[in-house]
């Protein structure tokens, strides 16, 4: 039934060493986000693809870059983590963007070490 | 730019106690509102939305209510239970193409038996 599955829920990497986070969807959705949620912050939005379509928020750092290489699947980049990367890692799906409801993976925990 | 502010938390209630967490923003335009909820070790899940001013949400015993004229989007219970036990976040979405959701910080509630 899991509508938007991310994998894996939990990561560690070290310092410096490239990482990717996996997102797929059965729900046939136009948009996937990625989002940044550290401890007892609100989830911050890095970027997300209308279809084939990427929109980088200004503010996401270089060393974060994303692939859709079709519409069920997506892939967070860290090129060199660094400590301050450490932080839960939530995909979302929706029809469109502006009012539809998002609908969110389980999120993947990374830490790095 | 657009921005959702909460009420200072953790929130602790007995079961069957009134619930009541705040919510204001600020936003151009007319935005869509929408509380979500994340359960331990779980993803965020949306709970209810509103569209429109004066418009009501509800799911699961919540209510919240769009008030344009106070900029709110509060969320009620009459009667809490533990398994209401959960972080809350408030967001919005404004209108636009390329609109996005913008979380507030998220509020957590314990509900004691």
Known sequence: DAMVIQNPRYQVTQFGKPVTLSCSQTLNHNVMYWYQQKSSQAPKLLFHYYDKDFNNEADTPDNFQSRRPNTSFCFLDIRSPGLGDAAMYLCATSWRTGTTEAFFGQGTRLTVV | ?113
């Open chain 2, 1 to 113: 730019g657009d921005s959702v502010t909460q009420m200072e938390g953790p929130v602790t209630l007995s079961e069957e106690a009134f619930l009541t967490i705040n919510c204001t923003y600020t936003a151009t335009g007319y935005p869509s509102l929408f509380w979500y909820v994340q359960y331990p070790g779980e993803g965020l899940q949306l709970l209810l939305k509103a569209t429109k001013a004066d418009d009501k949400g509800s799911n699961k015993g919540f209510e919240a209510t769009y008030r344009k004229e106070t900029t709110s989007f509060h969320l009620e219970k009459g009667s809490v239970q533990v398994s209401d036990s959960a972080v809350y976040f408030c967001a919005l979405s404004s209108t636009g193409a390329n609109s996005k959701l913008t979380f507030g910080k998220g509020i957590t509630l314990s509900v004691r038996p």
